[in-house]
């Protein structure tokens, strides 16, 4: 992973300081690419430790076309909670009264997780993300993206449409409303000497936070469909847009730098014949040694 290192390297160096949507501010730089072999290894970041089962959850998530967390917080995955929960806040006229992050901030989210968790009337008003990457995967207007992709892969490999795109114009007004906008735009595979590889466009890139999950998240999926279309797995490309690194996260970028990578760790999966048949026990992740967790706020 000394790629990914390379990048928040750059980033320090070479980035300029833009304002940003959240009004925290970044770091940034356009236009990045980085490919990871995935015969050599799961790409998971061993400088600080990184959630595997959260990334698991969260992918199974998306292909069963969910976009309501409660099926996440029951999980115990936390990573999408911020956007409904300041959703919930706007609707109940609490936002003005709550600093962000602050104490009473932390509380409210806590006990906003606790009802979706526990109550799922609440869950079915507050917790929909709206027509997030699930939705789009399984139901771009009307069509079933991933779906379509296995039957093409298996059945005209040679195709250079093997897409899936998160990127609905349709439908960005109403995800704006109840979260944010696809990050993960689009991905193409494609096939060669009996490999699969993927390539992601992401057009906004958190890359402290959010980037050892995409790299993970978009190695693990193609992991699954080789598998369940005869394939090995070949390359997970991640070209990038604006990638950025929060101001707030400067000093959490200086420990892991600080920080020696340990051998990559590696994925067994059970065999299955339909994507859509993954369930959580399917997957174990072998010899992960990683550096401790390191803590940073989300920009929301």
Same mark, same amino acid.
Request: hydrophobic residues 35%; charged residues 25%; glycine residues 4%.
């Given at each position: 992973?000394?790629? $990914?290192? #390379?990048?928040?390297?750059?980033?320090?160096?070479?980035? &300029?300081?833009?304002?940003?949507?959240?009004?925290?501010? %970044?770091?940034?730089i356009f236009g990045h690419q980085m490919r990871f072999d995935l015969q050599k290894g799961f790409p998971l970041v061993t400088t600080k430790k990184v959630n595997f089962?959260? &990334?698991?959850?969260?992918?199974?998530?998306?292909?069963?076309?969910?976009?309501? &967390?409660? $099926?996440?917080? @029951?999980?115990?995955?936390?990573?999408?909670?911020?956007?409904?929960?300041?959703?919930?806040?706007?609707?109940?006229?609490? @936002?003005?009264?709550?600093?962000?992050?602050? #104490?009473?901030?932390?509380? @409210?989210?806590?006990?906003?997780?606790?009802?979706?968790?526990? =109550?799922?009337?609440?869950a079915k008003k507050y917790g929909d993300l709206g027509p997030v990457y699930g939705k789009q995967w399984r139901d771009f207007e009307g069509v079933d993206q991933l779906?379509?992709?296995?039957?093409?892969?298996?059945?005209?490999?040679?195709?250079?449409?093997?897409?899936?795109?998160?990127?609905?114009?349709?439908?960005?007004?109403?995800?704006?409303?109840?979260?944010?906008?696809?990050?993960? %735009?689009?991905?193409?595979? $494609?096939?060669?000497?009996?490999?699969?590889?993927?390539?992601?466009?992401?057009?906004?890139? =958190?890359?402290?936070?959010?980037?050892?999950?995409?790299?993970?998240?978009?190695?693990?999926?193609? $992991?699954?469909?080789?598998?369940?279309?005869?394939?090995?797995?070949?390359?997970?490309?991640?070209?990038?847009?604006? %990638?950025?690194?929060?101001?707030?996260?400067? #000093?959490?970028?200086?420990?892991?730098?600080?920080? @020696?990578?340990?051998?990559?760790?590696?994925?067994?999966?059970n065999e299955k014949e339909n994507l859509f048949d993954f369930n959580f026990n399917d997957f174990e992740l072998l010899n992960y040694q990683s550096h401790p967790f390191?803590?940073?706020? &989300?920009?929301?």
């Amino acid at each position: 992973m000394e790629q $990914y290192l #390379d990048l928040l390297k750059e980033i320090k160096s070479k980035g &300029i300081k833009k304002e940003d949507r959240t009004g925290t501010g %970044t770091l940034s730089i356009f236009g990045h690419q980085m490919r990871f072999d995935l015969q050599k290894g799961f790409p998971l970041v061993t400088t600080k430790k990184v959630n595997f089962n959260a &990334i698991l959850h969260e992918l199974l998530w998306f292909i069963q076309g969910d976009t309501n &967390i409660e $099926y996440l917080v @029951k999980n115990n995955v936390n990573i999408w909670n911020e956007w409904p929960f300041q959703s919930w806040l706007e609707k109940t006229n609490q @936002k003005e009264n709550i600093v962000m992050h602050s #104490d009473d901030w932390k509380s @409210k989210l806590e006990e906003f997780v606790e009802l979706v968790k526990t =109550d799922s009337s609440f869950a079915k008003k507050y917790g929909d993300l709206g027509p997030v990457y699930g939705k789009q995967w399984r139901d771009f207007e009307g069509v079933d993206q991933l779906k379509l992709v296995i039957e093409d892969i298996k059945n005209n490999p040679n195709s250079r449409r093997h897409i899936v795109s998160a990127w609905n114009p349709k439908e960005i007004p109403t995800m704006i409303k109840s979260g944010l906008p696809p990050c993960h %735009t689009l991905f193409q595979f $494609y096939i060669s000497n009996g490999k699969l590889s993927c390539q992601l466009y992401q057009r906004s890139a =958190d890359v402290f936070l959010g980037v050892p999950y995409n790299i993970a998240s978009y190695a693990l999926l193609t $992991y699954m469909i080789a598998s369940v279309t005869d394939l090995e797995a070949g390359e997970f490309i991640h070209t990038l847009g604006d %990638t950025h690194i929060y101001l707030n996260h400067i #000093d959490q970028v200086e420990e892991q730098l600080s920080r @020696k990578p340990h051998e990559l760790p590696n994925l067994k999966i059970n065999e299955k014949e339909n994507l859509f048949d993954f369930n959580f026990n399917d997957f174990e992740l072998l010899n992960y040694q990683s550096h401790p967790f390191i803590s940073a706020p &989300i920009a929301v």
